[in-house]
């Protein structure tokens, strides 16, 4: 017997036959996002919310066909989203909560920047990323200035960022700072500002971000009320002059977009605009050194080969190394309560 023949695994020993419903599951994982695409159109789980519980209501409601609106809840329901009783639909908790428009903690808009371009281009291209190790996606892909992808993440992503940000505030700031100046890179929707705004009624937030994009970030700071402690730079996160004396920069949801030296070349400028005992934070997907656990946090290195040229989800290790190299004395990981995927890593500014 063969060495390579004896380290095989014996099949015999394996308690059920191999079995194809893994490849079957994501071979047709698309059709699964396409219908609650076209659910979240229709304004579906709103309706069912509203009391139209039947398909003849449902059709009349959302002004489709019965029959396609039968095969579409039924559909829903055997993956997940509703349940039926006899010819009644209804929401499921998580439905009710995430998908009803009516409700104060809805996500539906997410899906319109999931499901777009350029996140649906970038995966129809995965076999040349995989050979380039970077998007395939023309120039820049979404990191080109000015990329309308990232108005369209403001607005679809700002429910969620919403929920998200709550949590955030009393992990860097427990206390409530007598003075707390903000600088929020690549700010976005704004949400993770204004809600260090709103723990804090002495923080001032200056945002950073494309013009298109700050644009969104005001009004949402407007209609948090707190548009008197808001002020904005327009431009790049990597050229333009922000000025210094910061107790707290935020670069949530931005270094993985860049390989590490860019990150770094990034970090010495943010360390230099800090106050001595000021902190860098980063929300970030942080995968275990095995990167391949947890699997959400994990997979989102994916995304990012698919989406940019150098992008990653990077492990707390590689975050040290990157603070480090760029000036920060030490840096932690600090988990977030449930449901998020993502993990605070802040990096602290020290006297010499």
Known sequence: MTESTEKRPNSSHRSTPPSPKLFFEVA????????????????????IGEGHQTANQLARRCEASERGMRI????????GFLTKEGERYHLTPESS?????????????????????????????????????GTALPEEGPLAPEHPAWVNFARAMQPMAALMARSIPPLIDPHRAPRLKVLDIAAGHGEYGIALARHNPAAEIVALDWPNVLRVAVENAEKAGIGDRYRTIAGSAFDADWGSGYDV???????????????????????????????????EFVPNEDRVTPPETAAFSMIMLVTTPRGDAYTFAQYQEMFHNAGFSRTELVTLPPPSAQQLVISHKEAE
């Open 97 to 133: 909560a995430f998908l009803d428009r009516r409700s104060p903690t809805c996500i539906a808009s997410v899906l319109d920047f999931l499901y777009a371009p350029p996140m649906t281009d970038g995966f129809k291209t995965v076999t040349e990323a995989v050979r380039r190790g």
């Open 249 to 283: 920069v935020l670069l949530n949801n931005f270094l993985h977009h860049f390989d590490p030296p860019t990150c770094e070349r990034l970090l010495r400028k943010v360390h230099a605009a800090l106050v001595v005992d000021g902190r860098a934070v980063a929300l």
């Open 28 to 47: 047709r994982g698309y059709q699964r996002t396409a219908v609650l695409k076209a659910a979240l159109d229709l304004d579906l789980f709103t309706a």
């Open 72 to 79: 579409l809840c039924d559909y829903l329901t055997i993956i």
